[in-house]
Nanobody, 118 residues
Framework: QVRLVESGGGLVQPGGSLRLSCAASGFTFSNYFMGWYRQSPGNDRELVARIGSAGSVLSYADSVKGRFTISRDNTRNTLYLQMNSLKIEDTAVYYC???????????WGQGTQVTVSS
């Protein structure tokens, strides 16, 4: 059974940092490109960052470039997103999934809420 469990979100002040984790199970994690996505109220879900199956970083959204770092540990079946210099506009529910996101048949985890506020 496919499962993606995101964690590490929370409330942080502008300029702060958070590290998100995504524990994957039920599929061969190391075979898949992975990505972090986010969705804020009233907006479509957007791709934030993506990484190759072996750990090569493929791309970041322009809005997070230079502030966020995606990484993975295939021995732990875990995807990470280090978020620094957080801005109010980074507030969203963050999800991990394969890239493209359709490779798990439309499955999405519950996400983790990131709120940036003073």
């Amino acid at each position: 059974q496919v499962r993606l469990v995101e964690s590490g979100g929370g409330l942080v002040q502008p300029g702060g940092s958070l590290r998100l984790s995504c524990a994957a199970s039920g599929f061969t994690f190391s075979n898949y490109f992975m990505g972090w996505y986010r969705q804020s109220p009233g907006n479509d879900r957007e791709l934030v960052a993506r990484i190759g199956s072996a750990g090569s970083v493929l791309s970041y959204a322009d809005s997070v470039k230079g502030r966020f770092t995606i990484s993975r540990d295939n021995t732990r079946n875990t995807l990470y997103l280090q978020m620094n210099s957080l801005k109010i506009e980074d507030t969203a529910v963050y999800y991990c999934n394969t890239f493209p996101s359709t490779r798990l048949g439309g499955y999405w985890g519950q996400g983790t809420q990131v709120t940036v506020s003073s």
